[in-house]
């Protein structure tokens, strides 16, 4: 198994069910305001690599909003580049995400228009399958007749 430690902020958590899609796990974190009785805060939109538990080897996300999810989706230190695990949710406290074709939609807790809609890597296209042996060639092998 694996964790992961929430660093963002002091009292991130994660309230919500986790989504499987393609390669990646899908979760949302919350970050409640520090204001006592406050019913608003924020949260991240995070994404690891379903077999790991860790950052992912190629982008989740489209990070730059170019509609497309290439390495310029890629995060760059120093000479390195890494893949982006969480973005910033700007629409108040996020709820669960949906996932529809290669969007993934995420509703949140802010007035006006709540349903924040990102690009994320789709699921690669399942093997193509063998097709089966014709019919031509089989033949009756044997016959009984049974009466009664």
Known sequence: GWFIRLTQNTG??????????????????WIPENTVCSAGGSGVLMSIDLVTGGRPEIAPFD????????STDLL????????ATGQIFTRGLPASSSFLTDYQY???????????????????PP??????????????????????
């Open 127 to 148: 093997p193509t399958p063998t097709p089966p042996t014709p019919l031509s060639n089989m033949k009756r092998n044997s016959w009984q007749e049974i009466r009664h």
């Open 12 to 29: 991130e958590r994660v309230i919500v069910d986790p989504d499987v899609f393609g390669d990646f796990l899908f979760f949302n974190t």
């Open 63 to 70: 990070l730059n909003g170019d509609n497309t999810i290439d």
């Open 106 to 124: 995420t509703p949140g807790t802010s007035g006006g228009s709540t349903i924040e809609k990102r690009r994320v890597r789709p699921p690669a």
């Open 76 to 83: 760059l230190s120093g000479s390195s580049t890494y893949a």
